[in-house]
């Protein structure tokens, strides 16, 4: 944390990134709460970025600390399938600011995707400028370098262990196999 904002203070015309993967982790510590607080009232100044990833939106609301310094300062919002949490979906809506076409544009995020192909949707809103719903559909090789899926990582260590230990190869054969089938 420190390194970041020395970097922001000393690197004046340089990009920076903070990414802070499985943030219900870290919100729920009264402290780094405060930091990500403070990153997202500061790091644009320095020409920054800060960036928070998590499963669910809840994560982020129900820290009183967090919640208004996110929602407010991060233009960009990035949703994924919220059919989840479509009995309770007017009240993120209205704390996100999401119109009413945005708010129908992310309720139908993948509702109607072609079963002839293998992708996902992905809801992308620009600070009230501009929303659209995206399709990320990524090759076999990319998506079984980055699985969290436990069966297809187990299947792919298993496969790397017979070749000698390459995960790339592995990730090769496996991708292959799977368009024969």
Known sequence: MEVLINKMHILKSI??????????????KEGMAEYIKYLYKTV????GEAIVVTQEVDDI??????????INNA????????????NK??????????TEKEKSQVLSIN?????SRKYKEVWIG???????????EVSLEEYYTYTTEETEKL????????????LELAIKQLAKSKRND
Request: contains cysteine; aromatic residues 10%.
């Open 15 to 28: 990009r920076k990134l903070i990414l802070i993967k499985e943030t219900w982790k870290d919100i729920a």
């Open 89 to 98: 979906f007017d009240s993120i809506q209205a704390l996100l600011g999401l």
């Open 61 to 70: 609301i129900a820290s009183p600390v967090v919640k208004e310094s996110i």
């Open 75 to 86: 233009d960009c919002k990035i949703l994924f399938d919220q059919r989840k949490y479509m």
């Open 126 to 136: 620009l600070g009230g400028v501009q929303s659209a719903v995206y399709a990320t």
């Open 111 to 115: 509702m109607a995707n072609s079963p």
């Open 155 to 166: 299947e792919l260590f298993r496969l790397a262990e017979k070749l000698g230990g390459s």
């Open 44 to 47: 644009r100044k320095f020409f």
